[in-house]
Nanobody, 124 residues
């Protein structure tokens, strides 16, 4: 059974930076993609970014392009999300997830395994 553990969340002032980590264990093969989603109370889970393990291709939501960077470390089975120039509207619980096979990585229902989430709070 795959387990995903997020870390690195916290409280930061607007304009600051955080780096989230998503460590995977228990898998028997490399997933197609690892993505980050975020959610605030009362709203649907929102796609943030995805990292495709074959070739290292990445994709970002328009709201975070130019500010967030996703990367993957094969040796550590870990995906990182570097978040710069943070804004109050980035405040949310951030989840990482694994998508086992090729598909629409924007859609949360394409992902099989999810982490427990880590809170990111950006103060104005």
């Amino acid at each position: 059974q795959v387990q995903l553990v997020e870390s690195g969340g916290g409280l930061v002032q607007a304009g600051g930076s955080l780096r989230l980590s998503c460590a995977a264990s228990g898998g028997t093969f490399r997933p197609y993609a690892t993505g980050w989603f975020r959610q605030v109370p009362g709203k649907e889970r929102e796609f943030v970014t995805a990292f495709m393990w074959s070739g290292g291709r990445t994709s970002y939501a328009d709201s975070v392009k130019g500010r967030f960077t996703i990367s993957g470390d094969r040796a550590k089975n870990t995906v990182y999300l570097q978040m710069n120039s943070l804004k109050p509207e980035d405040t949310a619980v951030y989840y990482c997830a694994e998508m086992l096979y090729s598909g629409n990585y924007y859609e949360s229902n394409e992902y099989r395994y999810w982490g427990q989430g880590t809170q990111v709070t950006v103060s104005s």
